[in-house]
């Protein structure tokens, strides 16, 4: 079923058209944009967190990327063992995605929600999903790297803020930002009930508006980085390890190639001196890290483009059990 769906939703994604007109191509003087990926709740976001839907969507996101020739960080959370009693699963996911060359992050045990859960509590968390990660790196001779917050969620009090970012800075791991934020996780939502129900209309018309958001969201980034920082900059895309993107990574990646982008290790796109700014956005939700350098500027953070308002109500419609 998954896989008929993948054929009908591939076959009707169409180029996009219009082209957008508001980007002036990228910056002069460079090799073009360049843009690392990364992906959040490894081994699989919890909706669908199940063994065999687990191997295919791994199996799938890797054959994409090593289609691209992009390197991905992903990031884990090793509470999830995807219905198994033991984290042989998990580990054999995480496994995968080291033997295919990428990198892979911490992003916590269990996933908490920072500004629902006391500093301490988070911060035990943090360690703990650290552990395994970790683990599967040394085996390898390499070390445990980046961070990322659940929901971008760095703190909404300064003593929060400050304290997790003491407690990562103390074991050297660096924060992996987003700049590229977007709504793929209620497009993917969407996406996912309509495979469950078998509802093929509904997936090929989700996975449509699903890459035009995409593309929606590099042009309205791109453009705030040159409001912002007075250039572009090489951005960090923010994905998940779900059905949508392992049904459409394909094309996905083929769009954000047509507008002029390589695909680079997050530590080269982190070179850029942009990302030795500060993040001084203390505050209730997770922006872009391009709007916390527009607060640094004195600015208002700004949100990225919103999902097709159709979609917003499927999600509302299928989340109540409607
Ligand atoms: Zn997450």
Known sequence: MATGLAVVALAAVPARSPAPSIAPGPPAGGSGRAV???FDDLPLTSEACEAAVAREVTEKILEALAEAEAPAVGFVNASRTCGEPSPALRDAVLEAWLDAGHDLGNHTWSHPDLERTPLAAYLEDVD???VPVDSLLELRGRRLVWFRHPFLHVGDTPEKKSGLATHLAENDWRVAPVTVDNQEWVYAYVYQAAIARGDTALGARVAVAYLDHIDDAFAYFETR?????GREVPQVLLLHANRLN???LEPLLARVRARGYRFVE???AMEDAVYAREDPYTGRGGPSWIERWAVAAGGEPSRGPR???W???TYA???SGR
């Open 307 to 309: 999902e097709h308002p």
């Open 225 to 229: 980085a040159r409001e912002v920082v």
């Open 266 to 268: 997050l530590t080269e």
């Open 246 to 248: 392992a049904d459409l």
């Open 128 to 130: 703990k999903g650290a």
């Open 317 to 319: 419609r299928l989340r």
């Open 311 to 313: 979609v917003t109500e």
């Open 36 to 38: 690392a990926l990364t």
